[in-house]
């Protein structure tokens, strides 16, 4: 099912938004995107772009690798400020906020009104547009979507004497089965660690907000002007973390988010938390038996939901909106969604996708996949506020001073709410 | 004796140099310290005159402490380093030794390479429990480290990169600087009974010193100016250990889009770096002996 024929959707949008003449209007596209992960991300965005280009020959585009989430987004919003932004980006869905503030991007759903781009806007699972929308608009649309799963060596697990098809499913028992997947050597010096939670950074911010979900809290309110991060949960959640590394289930300090799938990859660490987006890097290269299950969780399972949404930045012109649109319908049609998140893993956003047979057979074939689905239901969004960046650093100086050994969890976080109530005041 | 230039001549000629230096340099430095003054506007917030806000904010900012902390041992550490082991290097690949030209291509290598390239090889190094380091400290029986995990060790990390980095450059000039001694210097204070330590320390490291003061300053000037590899390693991390002041500006500036309090900052940077400047010259105009 192709969801539209080339040379009769400018016309028919052009009509929608009052153009008059929409003749099938030339666009020169630039598209940024980030890659977060491990998987042949730009060949196959690459491959994507370039069929978009063959069926529309009146337009082009140029994909921009763009390095990673964070780079991309201040790199777009840089050649915003200086008059020539992309027209299409794949940004962080927490971006929302600041992108909204700053001014640069559009409201999908002003500029594709028809029932059809209605159809399309809700043909995604309401989990991923949560963060899509703000005051009743829809600002992007879900692209490469992500929830953090657990990676685990079964064969690791056999050589434990731990059950291969029983992960475990809350703190406790990761605590208990984590103390006998850790391996020391003679030295007494350890060669594979229990787990890996990576704890540094924007991605560390992200993995806490889901220990955070999983007590049953929230970091953020989708207002974007709230924030709570002196909870009861996050004090458990930073806890959590400390008591990991003192009964050696996870290394001690800070761990990095890169390292991580080659930590497992190499045997040094037994089980991993990290982004689904890096399944099929795992599953190309692990050379030993493993399986995905839920994060473990404290009261329950808990996940953040997280990723990269498509944006039309506000800059671009009618035709160049007509067209991003065009492309973006592309990009998210269930087969590329379906293409897309069988070459790297990201849950394809919309229920539609996972019923092709494409995707059936893939599945069938690798049932790790269907995890992240399974567990978006109990997945939140991510921690998302106005000024985006300068809260979040306030969330990640917490958590890196607490598994640093610097602060205690109560005052770590304690300051860090102080600090992210004092930048957020002006908006309320 | 020269030929005096007619004036017309001499200003056509210093346009084009003065108006990129206006426009890159001057024009910059004075919008930043006028920005300095004003808060950060966005479609939600407008912009307004604050006075000295931000430099009130910026004397009660611990981060900007640390930043700062960190900066001056950054400083003050791969300077002398980069130096010391510059010298050394050129007195290895300036003697007698075999494969001197193998030497002087290993190390000048690092230089030649962009820092972002040095800063992914070096990721991989310090990787803990995977990395080149721990797998030789695995041979010696020692726990791996985590070297940019860990607060005692993440700045300290990142001084060895840019040391590593560096040094090649700084020894090319050293080099050159040794081969420009003259012999007959050397061999006089050989005949006054002076052994090779007592040569090197009063007669080569003098006849050096002009180059000691250019290497210094660039140092010290990189020492401020390249953050790439802080960017690609740690992002100032964990905790702030090692975060730069030029790579804190950067965050402020373009990921936090913090315009106003990015320029404030970018002010001190130029105040800081300034005051250096002078010292320096004051020092060169005082110390170095050119022939």
Known sequence: MRLYTTSALPLVLGGALGLGAGAAAAADLEFYFPVGVNAPAVATIDELTSEWAAQNPEHTIKPVYAGNY?????????????????????????????????????????????????????????????????????????????????????????????????????????????????????????????????????????????????????????????????????????????????????????????????????GQAASIWTSTGNLAFINENADFDWGVGFLPGGDGPGAPAGGGNLYVFKDATDEERAAAIDFMKFMTSPENAARWSIATGYVAPRPDAWELPIMQEYVAELPQARVALEQLPYAEREFATFQRAKVTQFLVEAIESVVTGDADPAAAVEAAQEKADDVLGDYR | MNKRLPIGLAFVLLVLPCSLLVAFTHYPALRALANSFWNNGSSRRPSKFVGWDNYRAMMED??????????????????????????????????????????????????????????????????????????????????????????????????????????????????????????????????????????????????????????????????????????????????????????????????????AYGATLTVLMVVILGAMAAVQFWILDRKAHYQ
């Open chain 1, 70 to 266: 964070e780079e991309t987004t201040t790199k777009a919003l840089t050649a915003a400020a200086a008059g020539n932004p992309p027209q299409v980006a794949v940004l962080l869905a927490i971006d929302i906020f600041t992108l909204v503030e700053e001014d640069v991007i559009v409201a999908i759903s002003d500029i594709a009104t028809t029932p059809e781009d209605e159809a399309w806007m809700d043909s995604f699972f309401p989990g991923f547009m949560k963060d899509a929308r703000f005051e009743g608009k829809t600002y992007a649309i879900p692209f490469q979507r992500s929830t953090p799963v657990f990676y685990y060596n079964k064969d690791a697990f056999r050589a434990a004497g731990l059950d291969p098809e029983d992960p475990p499913e809350t703190w406790d028992e990761m605590i208990e089965m984590g103390k006998k997947l850790t391996v020391k050597d003679a030295n007494g010096n350890v060669t594979q660690w229990g787990t890996r939670i990576p704890n540094l950074g924007l991605a560390g911010a992200w993995m806490f907000g889901g220990l955070v979900v999983s007590k049953g809290d929230v970091l953020s309110a989708d207002s974007g002007t709230e924030v709570s991060i002196d909870s009861p949960a996050s004090i458990a959640s930073l806890e959590f973390l400390l008591e990991l590394a003192e009964e050696e289930v996870m290394a001690p300090g800070g761990i990095s988010w890169g390292d991580t799938p080659k930590a497992f990859l190499e």
């Open chain 2, 62 to 259: 611990d981060r900007l402490a640390q930043v700062l902390a960190n900066s001056a041992i950054y400083a003050l550490g791969t300077v002398p380093l980069a130096i010391g082991l510059a010298i050394g290097m050129a007195l290895l690949v300036n003697s007698k030794l075999p494969a001197t030209g193998l030497m002087r291509l290993s190390f000048f290598m690092p230089t030649m390479l962009p820092m972002v390239a040095v800063a992914n090889i070096w990721l991989f190094f310090y990787a803990p429990g995977i990395g080149l380091a721990s797998q030789i400290l695995s041979v010696f029986g020692l726990p791996p480290i985590n070297f940019l995990g860990s607060t005692d060790t993440s700045l300290a990390s990142m001084m060895v990169v840019a040391v590593w980095k560096e040094a090649g450059l700084f020894m090319i000039f050293y080099l050159a600087a040794l081969q420009a001694v003259p012999a007959n210097l050397k061999d006089a204070a050989r005949l006054e009974g002076a052994g090779h330590v007592r040569v090197f320390f009063d007669v080569v490291l003098p006849l050096l010193r002009p180059t000691t003061i250019f290497v210094a300053v660039n140092a010290l000037i990189n020492a401020f100016r390249l953050v790439d590899h802080i960017i690609v390693m740690t992002r100032g991390g964990p905790n702030n250990s090692s975060a730069l002041l030029l790579y804190y500006i950067y965050e402020v500036t373009f990921a936090h889009r913090d315009f």
